[in-house]
């Protein structure tokens, strides 16, 4: 009996410090939810919206054309520009215009390049630009720093078509699109010249060629008799 005395009486005691430490203790704070929610708003409200201002675009620089704005559009012989430079009467042509030249074509078999040829009166040709073209822009771009400006000041006596050595040799490593823009210019001032001078170059060209076939004939006999 004693001493189950003993342990009820511990066993009370403890209880009795349980329930005084849960007394002293702290209460524990809570954070105020409702007044942070609240006070969202009200900062978000204080800041001022950013202005996003939008980029602006690079637009290529567009290259200066070799015909100038107020050259005179004409239709007949065939249609052309005409415009004086320092006192000299200039035709220009685009390739475009003349349906026998879209048959050339460069690297991009499904587009062809178009150029713009200026005359001199006589015939000559005094600047040649590329127009329009789906060719890659790093060969153009190289055809027309390094090969195109070859086209310029070329009289009507030279080939610019023809076997290597008498005529305009095309670009190495662009062969395909400057092969293809010698044969339209070519093609383009044959059309002026019969157009606006009457001289028909393919004539010209079989009599020529007859012409080297007789001497090559005589060159040929006289050595055998020899």
């Known amino acids: 009996m004693r001493t189950l005395f003993i342990l009820t009486l ?4 403890t209880a009795c410090k349980k329930r005084s430490d849960k007394q002293h203790q702290e209460p524990i704070k809570k954070a105020p939810v409702m007044a942070a929610m609240k006070a969202a708003p009200t900062a978000m409200k204080a800041q001022p919206p950013q202005k996003v201002e939008p980029q602006k675009k690079v637009e290529p620089q567009k290259k200066p054309s070799i015909v100038p704005a107020d050259a005179k559009p004409v239709k007949m012989p065939i249609p052309h520009k005409t415009f004086t430079l320092k006192g000299e009467p200039m ?3 685009d390739s475009l215009t003349i349906e026998e030249t879209k048959k050339f074509r460069g690297y991009n078999k499904k587009v062809p390049i178009g150029v713009t040829v200026v005359f001199k009166k006589n015939g000559d040709i005094y600047k040649v630009a590329i127009t329009s073209h789906k060719e890659t822009p790093d060969f153009i771009e190289r055809i027309e720093k390094e090969w195109l400006g070859k086209l310029d000041g070329v009289t009507t006596d030279k080939l610019l078509v023809g076997p290597k050595g008498k005529a305009i040799d095309a670009l190495t490593e662009a062969t395909m699109s400057t092969s293809a823009i010698l044969n339209v ?6 059309t002026y010249l019969k157009a606006f001078l009457k001289i028909d170059v393919k004539k010209n060209v079989k009599k020529d060629a007859a012409k080297d076939a007789k001497k090559g004939k005589k060159t040929t006999a006289a050595k055998a008799k020899k």
């Open 185 to 190: 210019v070519d093609l383009v001032r044959a």
């Open 10 to 13: 511990i066993l009370s005691f």
């Open 91 to 93: 035709i220009a042509i």
